[in-house]
């Protein structure tokens, strides 16, 4: 399973990268990185096909455990998916920008 460091991907979320946020809609709502697409655990597997083939599947969870095995089991499946060490928890104690709201489901 890979991992991606939290600078690193606020590069990569500045350049565009896919990414999903696996919590519950409600952790979701409270509030999730910009551009994340909500896609809660229980629904990975229902949405394998909607996600990009071409490029990282970037995946967020509140610190980094659900992450990680969604990545990897995204990966036992064909997609390139990389989680984000330390989850959103670590982008709001940096300061970063954290959206409230439903937002977008990603499937």
Do not use: Q
Not at 9 to 24: H, P, Q, T, Y
Not at 31 to 37: I, R
Request: glycine share 12%; proline share 6%.
């Amino acid at each position: 399973m890979r991992e991606v460091h939290l600078d690193v991907f606020a590069a990569e979320l500045a350049d565009g990268v896919f990414v999903i946020d696996v919590r519950e809609c409600d952790e979701y709502a409270t509030g999730h990185v910009p551009g994340a697409l909500s896609l809660p655990l229980p629904a990975l597997g229902a949405a394998l096909g909607e996600l990009p083939a071409d490029r990282p599947v970037h995946v967020i969870c509140a610190s980094g455990n659900r992450s990680a095995w969604a990545a990897e089991h995204l990966a036992g499946f064909g997609v390139d998916a990389v989680s984000v060490m330390g989850g959103t928890a670590a982008w709001a104690r940096t300061g970063r920008p954290l959206l409230r709201g439903t937002g977008v489901r990603a499937a």
